[in-house]
């Protein structure tokens, strides 16, 4: 199982990027997509999730900023941010769960974003 996620980098305040991760060895559809993400210092945290079905939930920080999507063909899934703030700065990781009884998670090795004032 990989998950690599890419498209991090450094950006000004009020600027955008966008965060995709690539998946292999996993049967995608049957897996809820995340992005988490850990600031130094602090606990790793959600901050977006799309279901299997295409639901969406997000952190209440990033909501009307960040949108997730998946497309189950690429097996690809990914993270828009825009309005980006100093405090968005973290490493993000993709995350897989798989929906049936075992729940197994896969992570992958993260990708950092860095906001600057």
């Known amino acids: 199982v990989q998950l690599q996620a890419f498209g991090g980098g450094l950006v000004q305040a009020g600027g955008s990027l966008r965060l995709s991760c690539a998946t292999s060895?996993?049967?995608?559809?049957?897996?809820?997509m995340g992005w988490y993400r850990q600031a130094p210092g602090k606990q790793r945290e959600l901050v977006a999730l799309?279901?299997?079905?295409?639901?969406?939930n997000y952190a209440d920080s990033v909501k009307g900023r960040f949108t997730i999507s998946r497309d189950n063909v690429k097996n690809t899934v990914n993270l828009q941010m825009n309005s980006l703030k100093p405090e968005d700065t973290a490493v993000y990781y993709c995350?897989?769960?798989?929906?049936?009884?075992?729940?197994?998670?896969?992570w992958g090795k993260g990708t950092l974003v860095t906001v600057s004032s």
């Open positions: 799309i279901t299997s079905g295409g639901g969406t």
């Open positions: 060895g996993i049967i995608f559809s049957a897996n809820h």
């Open positions: 995350n897989a769960e798989r929906t049936d009884a075992y729940r197994i998670n896969y």
